[in-house]
């Protein structure tokens, strides 16, 4: 069973460093995923956690789970009316000519029975805001922040594509998947605020792969 360490945890919320490679979903193929897990989140409470958000399976960092039916209506919300901050960390191949910058394109999802479903940007999409900045080139790589205002369905990938050009590096689907072994996007910090309670806050640290390509912080 993969570690899942906890970033923060209080009487309505766990937040835990999700690592690459475990599904918050059951996968269709099958294979473990995050369900497998909670019943050992439970720590001493009746109920187990559940998931409030999702990250895709290659994304490691920051995952906010509510310990009661209150608590996950309440993150629920605030995740629809975009007062949660999220910020991500993503390397891509390759340096870009700015250093910051906002990226609007809305995303539609397509799909096909030969290549299945992903997202594109289109015009008659929804809506999606990623605030971004260069914070470290290593190794031919650039370590790059982003900070989305929406969370629509691989918001951050696509925009790194169609906003910066190049995709996210180890990105099978928005590119060619060279350079990593998963997709190099990690959820660093997650703030969600609560009416007359401190907020939620966590910072995942940096995972080992991107360390190894030479960013360190």
Not at 16 to 43: F, N, Q, W
Not at 110 to 116: L, N, V
Request: a positive charge.
């Amino acid at each position: 069973m993969m570690e899942l360490p906890i970033l923060f945890e209080d009487g309505e919320a766990l937040v835990i460093d999700k690592p690459s490679g475990l599904a918050v979903d059951r996968p269709r193929a099958g294979g473990e995923c995050l369900d497998d897990h909670l019943d050992g989140l439970r720590l001493g409470f009746q109920r187990a956690p559940v998931a409030v958000h999702r990250l895709d399976r290659d994304t490691s960092g920051c995952l906010l789970l509510a310990r009661n039916p209150k608590a996950l209506k309440r993150f629920s919300a605030a995740f629809e009316a975009h007062v949660v901050e999220k910020r991500y960390l993503g390397v891509i191949a390759g340096t870009l000519a700015q250093g910051e910058g906002t990226i609007a394109l809305a995303l539609a999802k397509i799909s096909s029975a030969a290549g299945g479903w992903h997202m594109i940007a289109a015009r008659k999409g929804k809506p999606a805001v990623t605030h971004w900045r260069v914070l470290a080139e290593a190794g031919g790589n650039t370590l790059v922040e982003f900070r989305p205002e929406t969370g629509r369905t691989h918001q951050i990938r696509v925009h790194a594509l169609k906003g910066l050009g190049k995709p996210l590096l180890g990105d099978p689907v928005y590119g060619d998947g060279s350079g990593a072994r998963r997709t190099m996007l990690h959820a660093a910090e997650l703030t969600v605020p609560r009416d007359g309670k401190p907020p939620v806050h966590a910072i995942a640290p940096m995972p080992a792969d991107f360390r190894a390509l030479g960013f360190d912080g």
